[in-house]
């Protein structure tokens, strides 16, 4: 027999795994593991203790920059609408 806490507990679970899928769906994880000592020292170089200067912020600037260099970016690079 569940209990009406049983009840609670199944019901918070439920939000939490749809708000986790939700947001997974959303958000881009780039995994950057197996990375070259000077792409770290690059990266290192760049990091700082504020809003800004952690690794997914420092690697938007250097997507936007190159991006921004290479505004004639070739189609091997573009995502193909169908």
Known sequence: MTTMNDDYQAYRRHLRTDSQRKR???????????VDPEVKAVLDSLRYDAVGGDYSSIIN??????????????????????
């Open 24 to 34: 997974r769906k959303r958000l881009i994880r780039i995994d950057f593991y197996d």
């Open 61 to 82: 600037r250097i997507v936007r920059e190159w991006a921004g260099a290479n505004s004639g970016i070739s189609s091997h690079y573009k995502k193909s609408v169908a």
